[in-house]
């Protein structure tokens, strides 16, 4: 079938079978790599996008259901001259980050995040990230980065 | 110049940018031209003989290119999966060592076994193709626990290997073991298991192999810690090719915790397979494939047994382990309970006698191997449980207890074979105990009482041994690799520099620790520094990053290249300054003639070593580019004490860990921001061992219970605390960084500190790992 969305602010079309998912459409029609799959599952959160302003597992949703949907992956987040965003910067000033696999998917999340609660708590913070899993950081240096970027957006 | 030195400054991480815009290339990233992909055809059963495999439908599928089975494996006469380890048992007699297939060979040992791999255009297309794959099984009974596997009449997973044992396997004197309990004043006995844990990389494996028929090379991308290896293993024992005809590629690795250490079946396929179908072949785990294929960790059963004197002095440790080894013996699976576990058992203490006996089981499961800690988080397990147990028992405090036991003087010879060359526990006790006010622990417990809560805190002070060495005794102990570390320092002819590691990173941050190490010895700016790791095309040779080795022997191995760059340098100076060899000094990035203000740049003498004009070409060889291989002298010990604080609501049985404080002495640090990172990820796997995280098998039919991140507790963001780390530094005394690793310490501290101030805050003896509201919920109430 025909899709049509816009991803990163630009338009973009192809012919998809019915069962590709979003986030198989992303990396392999798109070649968007930086979303990543972890589980398949929908349960830690490496695939986390955003659709029209807000964010999803781009593994649980097909790619028939963004039709004519804005998207946003992590290639889109910062500036066209390369400044990254707020929360990305975030990150790298507090070490957010280790392997990097589950980064994008978490700050895609944490963005949303603070989007929905402008100036959260560490326990909000906690609970928000329930749906991404990291397995190098502890979380520690990812909810310090969430409240500094929490500041700066 | 000076400022040019970084040792001791979190400098942030070059990686970082990449990471945080999605330009990050993991190996599921590479696709290649005329890409095809694989599925394999998987065991659902735990124990079963193939009968026959019908292949025809599925041939003839949409898009199938071919479909291998273990009888075509048979027919290439190629090898089984290596164990680089070869354990000598009680009787002298070599482990037993069954073929570990790559293509099972008529018999399914455990659910998740390869039966056969469809390669297709598409991954759908062979994931189609891979259900019709039509298996005829005649399922056999299984076992998958270490006590049930070793009973009469228990299912025999192989022939080679009768009763289901691997080997027994002892370390230490018995006899003034026995002798000493037979005196003591008190024994404290307690039988543990240490739970089956997965070690759950974000990053699924995923392999990426072609084969190019114009030269007869391979080029495989692996997600995997240590390519260098991967190739040897592969090349040299199971495929017999040309080890320079194949280049093995770990590119971004998205975290491995020890499971992308080893040579999986998978990667073995995918290249033999890429010349057969001379495509380029791509396969990437489904998690619920990386739960039954990626080895697990832990899995013992241990009964331990500590004797002291009337004052709480130990006098002698006893342990027997049995250890699971999963259906097949995994890379480096036998080494885990045996090298890496019993010398640990002394941990910070000088209990004179230890005696320990392990005895390594085959079961119907996945093969377990190293996961972050390897052995030492069991052996800590063992030791500080016992430990706090006995000081409640003997009503000696727990701090005390340990004081009484620490080690003071050093190097200090265990009588488990390890000599201990530095470290000072009693200061990082006393660190721990401040930062964690364990002197306001009584007024806060009492304040969680009024409201009905329970409180309890728990120490852990452990001891690990890093960098495992040297080669040689190593090799004594059966070691089939060497266990150096390899680097290269090219200087360009502008003065920046490209250093190659073999050391591989895969989170830890080397492409910024090891470039400020590089960058302050030769006074250049961090930036000027570029390393390279993760290909056998570019680095010369390497042994990768397991066990928290990689700065203490990697970073040694860069800084003997480092040293023969200035050497070099030195002489190239000479002649520029007209002065004597000996007389040149070099420092803040400056050639000097000393005593003069007579001085070359370093940049000056990277040009004059490729533009050799006015140059010495008698005694030098243009060029600026220097190798070096380190094999270390003794293994690093980096020691801590972790103390955790908890509260325990007795109506939900939840337990919130309300302070968790680490105190470790890694020697020096070169990066202090990297390396808290790395105790906070460490202190999350340990507190998900003790809290959150069960393996768990059907002991009926084998089946993987716990398949899925519905079944399996990772810990989540809200399942742990923020930290209080710190450090003490005793400078390794045997690697000139001074450095010791930190990579293992939070998993091997963090479980008996947390189930220490669980049982504490119930006022209990035991409770099982994990301790989930279930068990906390019955211990707390069976008591009121």
Redesign the interface.
């Known amino acids: 079938m025909k899709i049509s969305m816009s991803v990163n602010g630009k338009p973009v079309s192809a012919e998809v079978e019915t069962r590709t998912l979003l986030v198989t459409y992303i990396r392999d029609n798109l070649r968007l790599t930086g979303t990543h799959v972890g589980c398949d599952t929908g349960q830690c959160g490496a695939c986390t996008i955003h659709m029209n302003g807000q964010a999803v597992k781009s593994c649980n949703i097909l790619a028939l259901q963004a039709e004519g949907a804005d998207i946003l992956t992590i290639e889109g987040l910062a500036k066209a001259d390369g400044t990254l965003h707020p929360m990305q910067e975030a990150f790298r000033e507090h070490h957010g980050l280790q392997c990097g696999f589950c980064t994008p998917g978490m700050v895609m999340s944490a963005v949303d995040l603070v989007n929905k609660h402008p100036n959260p708590s560490e326990e909000t913070i906690r609970a928000e990230l329930d749906g991404n899993l990291c397995r190098c950081t502890g979380y520690h240096n990812i909810v310090k980065a969430v409240k500094a970027a929490s500041a700066k957006m | 110049m000076g400022d040019m030195n970084t040792i001791g400054v979190?400098v942030?991480?070059k990686?970082?940018?990449?990471?945080?815009?999605?330009?990050?290339?993991?190996t599921?990233?590479v696709?290649l031209p005329h890409q095809s992909y694989a599925c394999f055809v998987r065991s659902p059963h735990a124990h079963a003989k193939i009968k026959g495999i019908k292949k025809d439908k599925a041939l003839r599928a949409p898009g199938v290119l071919a479909i291998y089975t273990g009888e075509d494996w048979a027919a290439a006469k190629v090898g089984g999966l290596p164990c680089g380890w070869l354990i000598t048992d009680v009787h002298g007699q070599p482990m037993k060592e069954p073929l570990h297939p790559c293509l099972a060979q008529g018999k399914a040992n455990h659910v998740g076994d390869q039966i056969a791999v469809v390669i297709a255009e598409t991954y759908?297309q062979a994931r189609d193709a891979a259900e019709l794959v039509e298996v005829d099984y005649a399922v056999l009974p299984a076992v998958v626990d270490v006590a049930s596997a070793l009973k009469q009449g228990a299912p025999q997973i192989h022939e080679a290997a009768p009763g289901n044992t691997c080997y027994v396997w002892a370390l230490g004197d018995k006899g003034a073991t026995d002798k000493a309990f037979a005196s003591a004043a008190h024994v404290t006995k307690l039988e543990f298991i240490n739970n089956r844990l997965v070690p759950?990389?974000?990053?699924?494996r995923a392999v990426n192999a072609s084969y190019a028929r114009h030269d007869e090379s391979y080029t495989l991308y692996v997600a995997n810690q240590n390519p260098h290896v991967e190739r040897l293993l592969m090349t040299a024992f199971v495929l017999g090719l040309p080890e320079q005809k194949v280049r093995v590629i770990a590119p971004?690795?998205?975290?491995g915790?020890g499971s992308k250490i080893y040579l999986y079946a998978e990667d073995v396929v995918l290249t033999w397979a890429s010349k057969r179908v001379n495509r380029p072949i791509k396969w990437?785990a489904?998690?619920?494939e990386s739960f039954v294929s990626d080895a697990h960790g832990r899995d013992h059963a241990t009964t331990a047994e500590l004797a002291l004197d009337k004052d709480g002095k130990f006098l002698a440790l006893r342990v027997h382990t049995k250890a699971a080894m999963g259906a097949y013996l995994s890379t480096f699976g036998s080494c885990v309970p045996t090298i890496l576990y019993a010398t640990l058992l002394a941990g910070q203490y000088t209990t004179p006698a230890i005696y320990a006996e392990v005895t390594a089981v085959f079961t119907n499961t996945v093969p377990v191997d190293a996961y972050r800690g390897a052995g030492r988080p069991e052996a800590t397990y063992v030791v500080e449980r016992l430990v706090e147990t006995a000081a409640r028992e003997m009503k000696i405090d727990p701090a005390e207890i340990r004081r009484r036991n620490f080690i003071k003087t050093f190097p200090y010879q265990t009588p488990v074979a390890l000599q201990y060359d530095i470290g000072d526990y009693e200061a990082t006790l006393a660190e721990a105990m401040k930062l964690a006010d364990v002197a306001g622990f009584p007024a806060r417990r009492a304040e969680a009482a009024k409201r009905g809560k329970k409180r309890g805190l728990g120490y852990s002070c452990y001891i690990e041994a890093c960098g495992i060495a040297p080669s040689a005794v190593a090799g004594a102990l059966g070691a089939r690799a060497g266990l150096f570390e390899a680097g290269e320092i090219r200087v360009h002819p502008t003065g920046k520099v490209t250093v190659f590691t073999g050391s591989h990173s895969?989170?830890?941050?080397h492409e910024t620790t090891f470039a400020q190490v590089v960058a302050s010895r030769l006074g250049i700016p961090v930036d000027d520094v570029d390393v390279v790791h993760g290909d056998t095309g570019r680095v010369l040779f390497g042994m990768g990053t397991y066990g928290s080795r990689s700065l203490a022997v990697g970073g040694t191995a860069i800084v003997k290249a480092l040293d023969k760059v200035v050497n070099k340098g030195k002489k190239i100076a000479a002649h520029l300054l007209e002065a004597s060899d000996t007389d040149i000094e070099f420092k803040d990035g400056q050639f000097k003639v000393a005593g003069t203000d007579k001085a070359v740049p370093f940049g000056s003498v990277a040009l004059t070593a490729y533009v050799p004009h006015n140059y010495p070409h008698d005694k030098l060889e243009p060029g600026l580019n220097e190798q070096a291989f380190y094999d270390p002298s003794n293994f690093t010990f980096p020691a801590g004490s972790h103390i955790c604080e908890v509260e325990i609501d007795p109506d939900t049985g939840i337990t919130r860990i309300v302070n968790f404080t680490a105190v470790d002495d890694f020697g020096n640090i070169v990066n202090p921001?990297?390396v808290?990172?790395q105790v906070?990820?460490?202190?999350?796997?340990g507190i998900g061992q003790a809290l959150t995280e069960a393996c768990v098998y059907d002991k009926e039919s084998g089946q993987l219970l716990t398949g899925?991140?519905?079944d399996y507790c990772?810990p989540?963001?809200?399942d742990?605390p923020?930290?209080k780390v710190g450090t003490k530094v005793t400078a390794c005394t045997h690697n000139p960084l001074g450095v010791k690793g930190c990579g293992e310490a939070?998993a091997i501290g963090a479980p008996p500190a947390l189930i220490n101030a669980i049982t504490d805050a119930l006022g209990i003896r035991e409770i099982e790992m994990p301790a989930t509201p279930e068990r906390v919920w019955r211990a707390a109430n069976k008591k009121a």
């Open positions: 979190s942030k991480r990686e970082d940018y990449r990471f945080l815009t999605g330009a990050g290339n993991y599921d990233d696709t759908n759950n990389a974000i990053e699924p971004d690795v998205g975290g915790f990437t489904e998690r619920s895969h989170g830890q941050g921001m990297i808290e990172g906070h990820g460490g202190l999350t796997q899925s991140y519905l990772m989540r963001a809200d742990v923020s930290y939070g």
